[in-house]
């Protein structure tokens, strides 16, 4: 096990297109780290660069205290985990994993002894004379982490590896994976695209937009206290509605109608007050928006708003809306449009709601809840 360093790394192709910007982070030892961020954004090269696998165009990287810049990847003392799983087909479950133990020279009793406590870690005892074609994904998945885990390496790097699976299974291994990684203790730095991932499997995620590091932190604190636009609109899903306003006299000034702005917002976010009579960036959460009939008493207060259309998922409705206000961009380029038109808001309602497409209904929002960002900075306030 090893903390794992980062200080200042580039990454430049040709001289001028620069792929990471002075990327600085410290993995601590054990820590299961995820970098995330959309398709394009430098995760997987951050990630082969600490492999050994790209070069680093300035900066520096540490491996357990040790500066690994000029090692081959094999002197790293680090073992990666692919999206394609790269397993040889022409061999056992059981020569897969021992394959680097037999290029160290180990004894024939040796790899025995560490392939069968492997497997028996990843439940594959009754594979390990099987061949990789006849394996699910799940259990391709499994051996891939086996061959990795019999190097006791200081790091995992994983690049992606639940990519190739169904969305069932996907569910699955990453609760494996977590909670393997929680029982060996190594140092892990894993690479997704996939937010929900990142937000269940890490002990810290670093988001990443066109190669700068956006925030980084416990996936509680990025939901709640997002340090900027992007990560606002990146994390959570449905994303955060982003929109434009003016703040005057404890309100948000819309066309049409305002949203007043607790106490408690102004105490928690001082800053605030130096907004008074300038625009605003606000947003809210879908799960902080309700159907005025299921919330007990006057608790929030409401907005107008026409229901777009709605998609039923049995346990909660996802209900797009139509509101007069302007929708901000977070900036993320993998952001998928939104299906509904002209729909600018999206709410998260309990199953028994009643509401129905094309109706007008009085939106309830919980104000304690909103978020603010400078609209020129995009920075949180």
Known sequence: MAEVVLDKICKTFGGSLHVIKDLSLTVRDGEFLILVGPSGCGKSTALRMIAGLEEISSGTLSIGGENVEDYAPKDRDIAMVFQSYALYPHMTVFDNIAFSMKLAGKSKAERVKRVTEIAKTLQLETLLASKPASLSGGQRQRVAMGRA???????????EPLSNLDAKLRVQMRAEIASLQRQLGVTTIYVTHDQTEAMTMGDRVAVLKGGVLQQIDTPKVLYNHPANVFVAGFIGSPSMNLFEGRLKDRQIELSGFSIPVPEAVFAASPRLADYDGKPVIFGIRPEDLYDPKLVSGAAHPTIPATVK??????????VHLNIDALRIDSGDPDAVEDLSGAANAVAKFEAVSTIAAAQRIALAIDVRKLHFFDPQSLLAI
């Open 149 to 159: 885990m019999v190097r006791e390496p200081a790091a995992f790097l994983m690049d």
């Open 309 to 318: 259309s709605i998609e039923e998922l049995g346990s909660e409705l996802i």
